[in-house]
């Protein structure tokens, strides 16, 4: 059985359930990073200690991201790499070769 709800009740709802979402700490990536042809874009980004950074693989073959603090194993064509930064530091890291190389900022 079905009880119909007055729209205006309904609208009431969908606002609560918004505001409650922007208030969410798990509201997804800060920061995202594209992996292109011989580098990355943008070359650094900052978030805030607990967040996560994306990068997406754009070129048509395989890449990777590493450096001391994470590696993100292969990262297939238009497949993406998520990682967490929760200690507040300079991190650094490269592609598979070596080159090019970002920065992640992770402020307190």
Do not use: H, K
């Amino acid at each position: 059985m079905f009880r119909r709800v007055p729209a205006m009740a309904l609208g009431a709802a969908l606002v609560v359930v918004g505001g409650c979402a922007e208030q969410s700490e798990d509201m997804g990536p800060a920061a995202a990073v594209s992996i292109t042809w011989g580098e990355f874009d943008p070359i650094a980004v900052t978030v805030q200690a607990g967040q996560e950074v994306i990068w997406r693989n754009n070129p048509v073959s395989v890449q990777s991201v590493t450096a001391v603090a994470f590696r993100s194993g292969t990262i297939a064509p238009g497949a993406t790499f998520t990682s967490t930064f929760t200690v507040p530091g300079t991190y650094r890291y490269t592609a598979a070769d070596g080159t090019p190389v970002g920065t992640v900022i992770v402020v307190p």
